[in-house]
């Protein structure tokens, strides 16, 4: 039987907005789709805004998000995943660690750019702590928006940009039969093939501070 190494993925969550039984569902969620051998766990900020909707609230999230990148790396994680499909702190966190630092917005994005010639962000116009109140609305609000996009062409593969609609990616491909990328997914995706390889961020882009 082949050996499956372990490793050790976490969530830095920089939002103040969710408790802990709704982030405990996102890494459930995260747990049921990983690689075996792959453990995920979270830390939440502890000062910044209820929900990211805004470069300012992006800009109030950072300074708690690079001190839990630090401290993930401290703590031997392989990998952290900044839970936000804006991507705060990216490149910040990347220059004070070594360890790799992902975006789910910049992992989909990547993906988005292989499987399609006009990747598509979607964003339904719902806050982002209203989002998993009615899954229903959302996801129809959700359809509406990428059969617009496509029927206009402005778009032929698409991703999802925000977080809080993990795992649904999978049922809108099957009704939508798009390519139709969740930035928990795919982040998850990103994390572990990039430990499995032994790669991090370069440090001629991101020199260390």
């Known amino acids: 039987m082949e050996n499956t190494k372990s490793m050790k993925i976490r969530l830095i ?7 802990h039984p709704a982030i ?3 890494v459930d969620y995260l747990t049921s789709i990983a690689d075996q051998g792959t ?3 979270y830390r939440q900020v502890e000062k910044g805004p209820p929900a990211i909707e805004s470069e300012a609230d992006a800009v109030l999230a950072g300074p708690d998000i690079l001190r839990l ?6 703590d031997g994680v392989d990998a952290a995943i900044i839970w936000c499909g804006g991507d705060p702190a990216l490149e910040a966190a990347r220059e004070l660690v070594k360890i790799p630092i992902i975006g ?3 992992s989909m994005r990547a993906i988005a750019s292989t499987l399609g010639k006009k990747p598509c962000k979607i964003l339904p116009d ?3 702590l209203e989002m998993r109140t009615n899954i229903t609305r959302t996801t129809q609000a959700i359809k509406e928006i990428i059969q617009d996009k496509t029927e206009k062409r402005e778009g032929d593969v ?9 795992g649904l990616g999978p049922g809108l491909r099957e009704t939508l039969g798009v390519p139709i990328l969740g930035g928990a997914e795919v982040s998850l995706k990103l994390a572990e093939l990039t430990v499995k390889l032994g790669l991090s961020h370069s440090r001629t882009a991101y020199p260390k501070k």
């Not at 969550?13 to 408790?19: M, R």
């Not at 698409?158 to 993990?166: D, I, K």
């Open 24 to 26: 405990q569902k996102r």
């Open 39 to 41: 453990n995920i766990d």
């Open 126 to 128: 719902i806050p982002v």
């Open 13 to 19: 969550v920089p939002i103040t907005g969710l408790d």
């Open 69 to 74: 990148a630090v401290e993930a790396e401290k």
């Open 104 to 106: 789910p917005g910049e």
């Open 158 to 166: 698409f991703y999802l940009g925000c977080l809080a609609l993990y």
